[in-house]
């Protein structure tokens, strides 16, 4: 499978992709409409890029503008492709990776007091990943905060009830993915 930064600075520029099925990156196509959906709210934003696999949602914000991206995963595998695709698009002072899993790196980073304007997460399918991180970014979010999940479109994701600070506000599926975007709430 080649890979590929779909558009921006770096647009064109391959990406190591993944052998055998331990990682299922986000495919460019499903990337290209993410980023259309987003368009300028990437620019000069600060990206966290959960369940990063690849890397190629955050290296793909950070061709369209983004300040900086901070890379999660867990696999020690997904951490050296994410590295390797770092390098190869020069952008190593503008990134941070963590290994580890993504509720110990929540909770890391809100200890330094981080926040961040887009939030992309990839997670398992089928295992109610998107729902429990969610659940978890309040503190590494502030009001406006996007977040966009990729889930299968098979996982039923609820609408968070009135009392949660996350409200859906769109779905989008493509093939047997389906794309959630969500926004954190102004506190009452």
Request: proline letters at 4%; charged letters at 25%; hydrophobic letters at 45%.
């Amino acid at each position: 499978m080649m890979m590929r930064i779909v558009a921006g600075t770096f647009g064109g520029r391959r990406l190591h992709a993944p052998k055998g099925r331990e990682i299922r990156p986000t495919s460019d196509r499903v990337r290209e409409a993410i980023f259309s959906i987003l368009g300028p709210t990437v620019l000069a934003a600060r990206v966290l890029d959960l369940f990063a696999g690849t890397g190629a949602l955050g290296l793909e914000a950070l061709s369209r503008g983004a300040a900086e991206a901070v890379f999660v995963d867990q696999s020690s595998f997904a951490v050296r492709l994410i590295r390797s695709n770092i390098e190869l698009v020069g952008v190593q002072d503008r990134v941070r990776v963590i290994h580890g899993s993504v509720n110990q790196a929540i909770h890391r980073l809100a200890g330094e007091g981080k926040a961040f304007d887009v939030i992309f997460m990839d997670p398992p399918y089928g295992q109610g990943a998107v729902q429990k991180t969610l659940s978890l970014l309040g503190d590494v979010a502030r009001a406006g905060t996007l977040v966009v999940a990729e889930h299968d479109i098979r996982d039923l994701l609820p609408l968070p009830r009135e009392e949660q600070e996350w409200s859906k506000i769109q779905e989008r599926k493509y093939g047997d993915t389906a794309v959630s975007f969500y926004v954190k709430e102004l506190a009452c």
